[in-house]
């Protein structure tokens, strides 16, 4: 649990691993599609992840360059997982409603 924890315990790595469970996406895609994460640490994250072998980055030789951000087959493990975490939040944790819709 230990080593789990150290690979996916900051706050955005499980958000980055959702967001690409089911696409290929650009930096500035994952920036655009993440909420609130600033593009340090969503650069940091990125690093770090396809450093555990959790996200393949592919980069191509074109003008400007093009890098493309996937899941490896061990980040792939990982989707039952978030899924049934985003599952959970939804059971448990609802939004805030605003007192204006209530009015």
Do not use: H
């Not at 650009?26 to 996200?55: C, H, M, Y």
């Amino acid at each position: 649990m230990q080593r789990s924890m150290a690979i996916l315990g900051t706050r955005w790595k499980p958000v980055i691993i959702y967001t690409l469970r089911d696409r290929k996406a650009r930096f500035g895609q994952l920036d655009a599609l993440i909420e609130n994460i600033s593009r340090k640490v969503l650069t940091s994250s990125l690093k770090e992840l396809e450093e555990d072998g959790v996200i393949l980055r592919e980069g191509y030789r074109e003008l400007p360059p093009r890098v493309e951000y996937s899941l490896t087959e061990k980040g792939k493990a990982l989707i039952p997982i978030m899924c049934q975490l985003a599952k959970w939040n939804e059971a448990y944790y609802q939004e805030p409603v605003s007192t204006e819709l209530i009015a």
